[in-house]
């Protein structure tokens, strides 16, 4: 059976795949399909795309489980930036590929990732087999004075989209200003035309806690959201991360712009953040993926928790149990994240797309009983999860096989991210 998650959401019983150089070649019912010119493999259970992390940090499994109970200003600047001032690029590789193999074991099969050290994220990343969009990270506190210098951070993500940009592989490139309250505006303005000209994605945290925007809303007499419209930083493709707090106005804006919603609401949870308005984005015509944000907010990489969580939270927050539905949460950690990325070509079943598939096993008590195609639906977002999966491709490439990452030394990178945490803990002094 295959869940195609296309635009009429079809349910195929029975379902047959062909798959050549990566790309879904057909896809229907057995009894209607092509003659096989090549391997044949039988899988049984239920094969859906994989799913698409819009918004991690992912090499913060390195720091997992720091700075519990803080608010996140305190969590950030007490704890998670005095242990990622320690990491070598290094640390970054071995947290990338040990996070990779989490969310790969878990069918996230796309991770869109901001953060520093960008070579070595591309390299754990592409050592995993995972598909990635790197947004190398740009903080004030290493890059506010150092737009328009020789050599400045613009040039560098430049040059890197230049050498790592292959949308017809694995690894797209976009540029990621932290956020408004750290960078200020005119510098995210300064990285947006950045963006633009490379025709990249921009990623940006915004509104992600009640307060954080408090001066500079003060200072500017707006709200983040007009203040980063009114100077172009939301023109283009732009990925706004969290968006809790945003008014109408500010969703409006969103809409006219086609800013796109990376929704956390895991770590949104656990840092007691606040709930976006997803029900009132979608309403607008929003594009919203899930995300799990990074490991060490959520605490896991595990997008099968914001695929139930989203929903719940979203009718938890109506006091309404048909604000959104199962198909909905499924739509969001597939082919409505892959849009959020602007990634057309994955997130979906369909001809043309790229085979980035899980197979999930739905012998299980999970799934019992199905008496209806809704019940199959409704089981995978509310009791489904990723002990079911059991198998992935990306990009028609086997990277999981019976529930094993075939392409990371699992023990290894234990080993190495354990002995990397501890370091980090000792040498901060958190």
């Known amino acids: ?105 878990a069918g996230v099969t796309t991770t869109c990732e901001m953060y520093l050290f960008e070579d070595a994220v591309i390299a754990g990343a592409e050592h995993a087999g995972i598909r990635l969009v790197m947004t190398p990270g740009v903080l004030a506190v290493l890059h506010a004075e150092t737009f328009g210098a020789a050599g400045s951070r613009i040039d560098d993500i430049a040059a890197l989209h230049g050498r790592a940009h292959d949308p017809a592989g694995t690894v797209t490139i976009g540029v990621a200003p932290h956020s408004a309250y750290d960078l200020g505006v005119e510098a995210c303005a300064e990285l947006a035309v950045a963006a633009r000209d490379l025709d990249a994605l921009l990623h940006i945290h915004i509104a992600e806690t009640r307060d954080e925007g408090a001066e500079l809303e003060a200072e500017g007499g707006a709200s983040t959201v007009r203040l980063l419209a009114e100077a172009g930083v939301l023109e283009g493709r732009v990925l706004a991360a969290h968006s809790v707090w945003l008014d109408d106005a500010d969703l409006d ?113 999970a799934f019992v009983p199905v008496t209806n195609q809704h019940e199959l639906i409704s089981h995978l977002a509310w009791s489904g999860g990723s002990r079911h999966v059991t198998d992935v491709w990306v990009q028609g490439r086997q990277v999981v096989a019976d529930r094993e990452c075939l392409t990371i030394d699992m023990a290894a990178a234990v080993s190495e991210g354990r002995k990397r945490g501890l370091r980090l803990a000792r040498d901060s002094g958190t």
């Open 253 to 365: 804006t969103y809409a006219q712009l086609d800013v796109a919603v990376a929704h956390c609401p895991v770590s949104n949870m656990k840092l007691g953040s606040g709930t976006a308005r997803v029900p009132e984005m979608r309403a607008r015509g929003i594009r919203v993926g899930l995300g799990t944000d990074g490991p060490a907010s959520n605490d896991d990489l595990d997008l099968w928790q914001e695929l139930k969580f989203a929903p719940l939270l979203a009718r938890v927050t109506a006091l309404d149990a048909s604000v959104m539905g199962p198909r909905d949460a499924l739509l969001m950690a597939t082919r409505e994240g892959a849009a959020a990325l602007g990634l057309d070509d994955v997130g979906s079943l369909d001809v043309g797309k790229r085979a980035d598939l899980v197979r999930l096993d739905i012998d299980d008590p």
């Open 1 to 105: 059976m295959a869940i195609t998650c296309n635009e009429t959401f079809d349910v195929v019983e029975d379902a047959a795949l062909d798959i050549a150089d990566g790309i879904i070649t057909w896809i229907g019912a057995r009894a209607d399909a092509p003659e096989a010119s090549g391997e044949v493999r039988r899988l049984g259970g239920l094969v859906m795309p994989g799913l698409v992390n819009t918004h991690a940090h992912t090499p913060m499994t390195l720091v997992r489980g720091g700075g519990d109970g803080l608010a996140l200003m305190r969590w950030l600047t007490e704890v998670m930036w005095p242990r990622e001032g320690q990491m070598t690029a290094d640390d970054v590789r071995w947290g990338m590929a040990l996070g990779s193999a989490e969310m790969l074991r």
